[in-house]
């Protein structure tokens, strides 16, 4: 689809890129604003260049603060209301399995004190409770889990869509293979080019994944990101009834390395990956080249934990996580800019790209928000470390 011609150059709101969290902000900022929301995309809707576009992404309530479970939670009613405006299901829930030896890397009791505190319930399973229920798992003694039946799949290239179709309905303007080149304050206003023009608009909204980097810095915000290319695998299993979605959940294994999964969705093959395990790159110079050390490392793991999982590689597909050092997400207003906000995803908010879309869009339109955004400021201390300690296992 080409872009459409558009005359008019003042907005009230502008997003920079329309990945998964600017789509979901374009969204939210239509319902409220109508037409006077533009969105500009480098690339054309739906391109693979990004962090947010595959048939499934994990959601979940399970996470190791009240305070991301409470964002879950909301996340979840943000779906549901792009669900029943796109008459369209975003989200397919098919419980989750937190699992993980005893000693493991990442203390499984930070998960269920959040929940506990959250009133979501779960289930505490040993090991030989998670093979009665799936018997497609082999674990030992050692291991165990918690299943909570809320989780799921957020459907990512289908709520995409339904975020920009939904979007233009409100009356936005989406606007594909429209790079923004220079970003600036003025007048108390801001001002972006992009296409050869100029465009002005009262708040803007910067949601550049990847390349948060380079739009930050030439607003004087330099904060440490780690972009790495990670890969998900796709396996031809030859028992696909027993990973059907009504029959097997999503997982995760909460170790280091941390490995995760999915059902039967998207494609007639299960699918895999490792967490946080690949190679720092730039979003304009990485490759798309699976690496087969990666593919490795997951094919043995299913091997020895859920065999039956694996079968033929249909494909390994790669894409990119925009890292925190502290694996935080960033939702907040520029330090020097009173009118820009912006939004990093860490590499685990696709589960939460509407409800940070709809942060983005009540800070920019009403200055607050009811979400709990504190632990995500721009200015914390380690986002102002040259050389931060990395922490990516959570
Ligand atoms: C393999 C993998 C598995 C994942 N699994 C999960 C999961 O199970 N659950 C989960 O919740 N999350 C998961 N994530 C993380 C999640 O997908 C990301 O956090 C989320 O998609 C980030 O979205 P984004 O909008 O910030 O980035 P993107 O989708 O990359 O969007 C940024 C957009 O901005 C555009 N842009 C940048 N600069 C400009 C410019 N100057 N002008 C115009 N446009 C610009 C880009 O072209 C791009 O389209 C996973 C990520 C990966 C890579």
């Known amino acids: 689809m080409t872009a459409p011609r558009v ?142 039946s809320e989780s799921g799949i957020a459907m990512a290239a289908r709520a995409n869509a339904a975020h920009q179709r939904m979007a233009r309905a409100h009356g936005a303007t989406l606007m594909e293979r429209t790079a923004v080149g220079s970003v600036r304050s003025i007048d108390g206003e801001v001002e972006v080019t992009a296409g050869g023009q100029r465009y002005r608009c009262e708040s803007l909204v910067i949601a550049a994944g990847p390349w948060s980097s380079p739009v930050l810095g030439q607003l004087g915000t330099d904060i440490p990101l780690e972009v790495t290319r990670e890969q998900v695998t796709y396996f031809r299993t030859p028992h696909p009834e027993a990973f059907a979605p009504d029959r097997f959940p999503i997982w995760i294994w909460m170790d280091d390395p941390s490995f995760y999964g999915f059902p039967i969705f998207g494609e007639a093959a299960t699918k895999a990956a490792r967490d946080a395990g690949g190679p720092a790159v730039t979003a304009d110079t990485r490759s798309f080249d699976p690496d087969p050390a990666q593919e490795r490392a997951v094919e043995q793991f299913l091997g020895r934990y859920l065999p039956d999982a694996l079968g033929p590689v249909l494909y390994t597909k790669t894409c990119l996580y925009t890292l925190t050092p502290d694996r935080d997400f960033v939702i907040d207003r520029l330090p020097t800019h009173p009118n820009i906000w912006t939004a990093i995803g860490a590499g685990h908010a696709f589960k939460f790209a509407s409800v940070i879309g709809r942060i983005l869009s009540e800070l920019a339109m009403d200055g607050s928000t009811p979400s709990d955004i504190s632990p995500f400021t721009i200015t914390r201390p380690i986002l102002q470390m040259k050389n931060p300690p990395k922490n990516y296992m959570q």
């Open 7 to 148: 005359t008019r150059k003042d907005f009230r709101y502008i997003v920079l890129g329309l990945g998964g969290l600017g789509s979901g902000a374009a969204y939210w900022l239509s319902r409220r604003a109508g037409g006077d929301v533009l969105g500009l995309e480098q690339f054309e809707l739906g391109h693979v260049r990004g962090e947010s576009q595959d048939h499934s992404r994990i959601i979940r309530l399970s996470y190791h603060t009240p305070t991301y479970v409470r964002l879950a939670q909301r996340a979840y009613e943000c779906w549901s209301m792009l669900a029943a405006d796109a008459k369209e299901q975003v989200v397919l829930k098919t419980g989750g399995l937190d699992v993980a030896p005893r000693d493991a890397a990442i203390d499984l009791r930070t998960y269920t004190d959040s929940l506990t505190t959250c009133g979501v319930p779960f289930e505490s399973l040993d090991a030989a409770e998670v093979m009665r229920r799936w018997p497609q798992w082999r674990l030992g003694d050692e291991h165990h889990g918690i299943y909570q």
